[in-house]
């Protein structure tokens, strides 16, 4: 019993120092990383295309306001890659993102709506003419 | 050794876990506006019209709205986790309405397409009531020319007025006889399109000449006393016939008396048949 606690006991000390290169590892990665920041290029084409297929469904139509958002904080997060504000560049490419996103979702449910009240009403006026026809007649 | 070495461990735990504690609630906080994100997910996954409609926006703004109730120390991080996630809620909101509107299409179509069906079918009942009018209207004019005792002929309808119409010799309408006057007006207002010819006939009693100008101004009594009825004057003409047209024999006193008579011939017209 005593003996297999000490075995442990060894194995322990052994993983400590593990975990101690293992941090110093990623310590020095990290300095790295800061050193020489990349840019989101995913993050900022992910927004040109969600910008693109909003431009495609007619949204300055419907959410201009909100595609606008999102070309604006394009441009920011470009801006910022300059600046090598990286975090900040890829925290306005993913909202441009979500704004181009919700532009073209918005856009799509307003036309969405726009049909089902066109047919609303030509149902109505249907109803009308009839009602008028057979008026007439009595 | 082991036993010391584990009591330090404990001690150590002890005193820092208040510290780590302590550390925790000074530092990292839950961002603002995570909250009311969360509310807003929820109304939209409690909406039983919505919630169904756009499950993989709804998941995706779930785990966005979790992201941003993770306590952050980054405040401007905490901020920008809230914003994609109050998004991602609108978006999920939108595209679940989008797809309520096409489902509600359906129906819509359907209530379009009844709408016409019955416009259609009533148009077809007019059509059918039109028809019905027309026959009722036929059967009225068959009654009409039975009443007025007209005689259905190549040259039109013939209603015949007896010469109890008149004094003997004299050319004014009596009042007696007047009943069956006003129904022929009637039935002429009622059917605009026929036009009428009067002709005045008498036996041969006195003067051709005298005759010939009695039968005239007989016929013409019948056409004014029409005018006044509201017949259209262009459509009535008045003829004096005279004793040459005699309807029986003028040797006895019945044969005389049918042959002193106006006569009237409607016209037969396409229109009112």
Request: net charge negative.
């Given at each position: 019993m005593t003996h297999r606690l000490t075995r442990m006991k060894v194995i322990g000390v052994h993983g400590s120092l593990l975990q101690l290169i293992t941090a110093v590892a990623i310590l020095f990665s990290l300095v790295a990383c800061?050193?020489?920041?990349?840019?989101?290029?995913?993050?900022?084409?992910?927004?040109e295309t969600a910008i693109n297929s909003a431009d495609q469904a007619r949204a300055v139509d419907y959410a201009s306001a909100e595609l606008q958002e999102a070309r604006t904080k394009l441009a920011a997060a470009r801006a910022a890659v300059q600046q090598?504000?990286?975090?900040?560049?890829?925290?306005?490419?993913?909202?441009?993102?979500?704004?181009?996103?919700?532009?073209?979702?918005?856009?799509?449910?307003?036309?969405?709506?726009?049909?089902?009240?066109e047919m609303m009403k030509s149902t109505d006026v249907m109803k009308q003419e009839m009602q008028r026809n057979t008026g007439d007649k009595q | 050794m082991n036993t010391q070495i584990y009591r330090f461990k404990k001690l150590i735990a002890i005193t820092l876990t208040p510290v780590i504690f302590a550390a925790c609630s000074a530092g990292p906080i839950k961002p603002e506006g995570a909250d009311m994100a969360r509310n807003n997910l929820i109304q939209l996954q409690s909406d039983p019209q919505l919630a169904s409609r756009a499950p993989v926006a709804i998941q995706e703004a779930e785990l966005a709205v979790r992201a941003a109730e993770v306590p952050q120390e980054d405040v401007e991080l905490g901020r920008h986790l809230v914003f994609m996630a109050d998004r991602k809620i609108a978006i999920a909101t939108y595209q679940a309405q989008s797809r309520l509107s096409e489902d509600q299409r359906?129906?819509?179509?359907?209530?379009?397409?009844?709408?016409?069906?019955?416009?259609?079918?009533?148009?077809?009942?007019?059509?059918?009531?039109?028809?019905?009018?027309?026959?009722?209207?036929?059967?009225?004019?068959?009654?009409?020319?039975?009443?007025?005792?007209?005689?259905?002929?190549?040259?039109?309808?013939?209603v015949t007025l007896g010469d109890l119409l008149f004094d003997t010799g004299k050319a004014t309408l009596k009042g007696g006889t007047i009943g069956h006057l006003n129904k022929l007006a009637a039935f002429l207002n009622q059917y605009p399109d026929r036009t009428v010819m009067i002709e005045g006939h008498t036996d041969n009693v006195g003067s051709e000449d005298f005759n010939l100008g009695l039968s005239q101004r007989r016929a013409n009594s019948v056409m004014t006393y029409l005018i006044h009825q509201g017949v259209a004057s262009n459509r009535l003409t008045a003829y004096g016939k005279g004793e040459n047209f005699a309807i029986s024999d003028n040797e006895s006193a019945t044969g005389r008396q049918q042959n002193r008579r106006v006569e009237i011939i409607i016209s037969n017209t396409a229109a009112g048949q």
């Open positions: 800061a050193t020489v920041p990349q840019p989101p290029n995913q993050e900022l084409a992910a927004a090598e504000k990286m975090i900040l560049a890829q925290q306005l490419a993913e909202q441009s993102r979500v704004d181009a996103e919700l532009a073209l979702a918005k856009a799509e449910a307003i036309k969405a709506k726009e049909i089902n009240d | 359906k129906m819509l179509s359907e209530q379009r397409d009844n709408a016409r069906l019955d416009s259609r079918t009533r148009e077809a009942d007019r059509a059918h009531m039109d028809a019905e009018i027309a026959r009722q209207q036929a059967a009225d004019l068959q009654r009409q020319i039975a009443e007025l005792n007209a005689k259905d002929t190549d040259r039109g309808l013939v």
